[in-house]
């Protein structure tokens, strides 16, 4: 099993550019998430889905749009692109249990740059 | 979103005990207590969970105070590998998401 797959790895835009990341998990998961981390700071959530066809925002949902077609994917996209939104970003997903919440499983992230 | 609080950093000795402390003074009576860590340059990866009793797993051990106002993750021997920033988060149970914080970046001396 690959886990959680996300792509690029690595991305430098201009600004005004679109992009978008994409992420891929083999683990037939209800729930998936994107995050965001700017240098030394914690994780904040940009969008998150709680199956197919869902999305929902997060703490820090503006100038990003999500999409959630199959359940193993969960696109990220930037429409245009702000020197703000340099960050790594990582996606990942879980298989809720219960109250307590399942064990995200997070990819490995994707640096992005905007000029 | 109920909030924790933890110590900008700390550093152990290999091979010691750690005992890394989280403070959640606002927790409601159905939140769960989870902790995440970051190893340098990669995702975070779930360490352990817990609501009321103590829990162990084979990373770590959770201890919950009786109030459960607070919580601390033991690493019962440290190795360099141990080295990472660790997330305290608590669990919404109305929700689906887990809001971190800025954790505590553990340095771990040979």
């Known amino acids: 099993n690959a886990g959680v797959t996300q792509t690029p790895k690595f991305r430098v835009l201009k600004t005004g550019q679109s992009m978008t990341l994409l992420c891929a998990q083999d683990?037939?998961?209800?729930?998936m998430y994107w995050y965001r981390q700017d240098p030394g700071m914690g994780l904040r959530l940009i969008h998150y889905?709680?199956?197919?066809?869902?999305?929902a925002k997060g703490e820090v949902p503006d100038g990003y749009n999500v999409s959630r077609l199959k359940k193993q994917n969960f696109l990220l996209g930037l429409e245009s692109a702000a020197p703000s939104q340099t960050s790594v970003y990582f996606c990942?997903?879980?298989?809720?249990?219960?109250?307590?919440?399942?064990?995200?499983?997070f990819g490995e992230g994707s640096r992005l740059t905007v000029l | 979103d109920a909030k924790t609080t933890q110590p900008n950093s700390m550093e152990s000795n290999e091979e010691e005990p750690v005992h890394l402390p989280c403070n959640h003074s606002?927790?409601?009576?159905?939140?769960?207590i989870h902790w995440y860590r970051q190893l340098p340059s990669q995702g975070p990866e779930y360490v352990i969970h817990?609501?009321?009793s103590n829990v162990n797993n084979r990373m770590a051990s959770l201890a919950i105070a009786e109030d459960r106002k607070s919580s601390t993750l033991i690493l019962h021997r440290a190795t360099l590998r141990d080295a990472a920033v660790y997330y305290c988060?608590?669990?919404?149970?109305?929700?689906?998401?887990?809001?971190f914080g800025e954790g505590t970046q553990l340095t771990v001396n040979p």
């Open positions: 990942a997903s879980s298989q809720l249990s219960g109250r307590a919440g399942g064990e995200l499983f």
């Open positions: 683990m037939n998961h209800e729930y």
């Open positions: 889905s709680v199956g197919e066809g869902t999305t």
């Open positions: 606002t927790i409601s009576g159905t939140d769960y």
């Open positions: 817990g609501l009321t």
């Open positions: 988060i608590l669990k919404e149970t109305s929700g689906s998401r887990l809001t």
